[in-house]
Nanobody, 123 residues
Framework: VQLQAYGGGLVQAGDSLRLSCVAPLRTFGSYAMAWFRQAPGQEREFVAAISRGGDSTDYTDSVKGRFVISRDNAKTTLYLQMNSLKPDDTANYFC?????????????????WGQGTQVTVSS
C-alpha cells in the first residue's frame, strides 16, 4: 500500500504548515496512523500518532501545544497541522500505519510508510 505524503516546504520560524497523507484504502479506518520525522544524520523520530477512530492522540514532548494530528476516515487522509514552527522541526516527515487499535511510538510496529515530505524551517 502506497501512502502519499505532501504539504512540506520551506518556511520561516513561527510559520505554519499542514501536512497531508493520503492512503488509498477502503480499510483506512482500521489502522492507527502516525507521523515520524528524520533529520539528516539523525535517527527517525516519533512525532505524533492517532488511533483508528481519532479519539486518542499522542505527541512527542517537543511538539505538544504546537502540532495537531487528525484524520478524516471518509477521505482516507491523515493530517498534521504544524504551528509555531522552529528550525529544530526541519526534517523529512513520514506518515505510517499500524494495525494496532491505539497509538504507539514504536516504529517497528508500523507496517507501511509514505515516501516523506521535506519540511525546512529557516531562522
Amino acid at each position: 500500500v502506497q501512502l502519499q505524503a505532501y504539504g512540506g516546504g520551506l518556511v520561516q520560524a513561527g510559520d505554519s504548515l499542514r501536512l497531508s497523507c493520503v492512503a488509498p484504502l477502503r480499510t483506512f479506518g482500521s489502522y492507527a496512523m502516525a507521523w515520524f520525522r528524520q533529520a539528516p544524520g539523525q535517527e527517525r523520530e516519533f512525532v505524533a500518532a492517532i488511533s483508528r477512530g481519532g479519539d486518542s492522540t499522542d505527541y512527542t514532548d517537543s511538539v505538544k501545544g504546537r502540532f495537531v494530528i487528525s484524520r478524516d476516515n471518509a477521505k482516507t487522509t491523515l493530517y498534521l497541522q504544524m504551528n509555531s514552527l522552529k528550525p529544530d522541526d526541519t526534517a523529512n516527515y513520514f506518515c505510517a500505519r499500524t494495525r494496532r487499535w491505539g497509538t504507539t511510538r514504536d516504529h517497528n510496529l508500523y507496517d507501511s510508510w509514505g515516501q516523506g515530505t521535506q519540511v525546512t524551517v529557516s531562522s
